[in-house]
């Protein structure tokens, strides 16, 4: 069973509870420097810890992204015009089309989840 636990709004956080839960800039600076060597290191073959999330920033990641993302939006640019053309107005076609076009990445997404779980320790309630 879920438990609904009350939480602060951000606005209600003093000063020391608002350095602990939120990065500075340094931190931020930090780690996008870091991140920016791992997708190097990535780029160039070498074995890095863990690359989870920094798969579509290197430059082939990118490009495979970015055309995905063309090939739904013209698909339902496409489906749009269709529908003008023939009067009509189908959000659901539209939906269809564009589910056409992203279910490999749905499915890449859950492929990866699906092994994060597994790689995961499961905390004791206890």
């Given amino acids: 069973m ?3 636990h009350p ?4 606005a209600d956080y003093t000063e020391e509870e608002r350095a ?5 800039m340094l931190e931020l600076k930090s780690i996008k420097i870091e991140r920016r ?3 190097r290191q990535m780029e160039n073959g070498e074995n890095v810890d863990c690359s989870r999330g920094l798969e579509s920033k290197t430059r082939q990641g990118c490009r495979m992204r970015q055309r ?10 496409d489906e ?3 529908q003008i053309i ?3 107005s189908d959000p659901e076609a539209l939906a269809q089309v564009y589910s056409m076009y992203t279910q490999d990445s749905q499915k890449l997404a859950v492929e990866r989840a699906l092994q994060d779980q597994q790689e995961t320790p499961i905390p004791s309630l206890s």
């Fill in 2 to 4: 879920e438990k609904i």
């Fill in 7 to 10: 939480a602060l709004h951000r």
């Fill in 20 to 24: 602990a839960t939120w990065y500075n």
């Fill in 37 to 39: 060597q791992i997708v």
């Fill in 68 to 77: 995905a993302i063309i090939q739904a939006i013209s698909a339902v640019l």
């Fill in 80 to 82: 749009q015009e269709e």
């Fill in 86 to 88: 023939r009067c009509s």
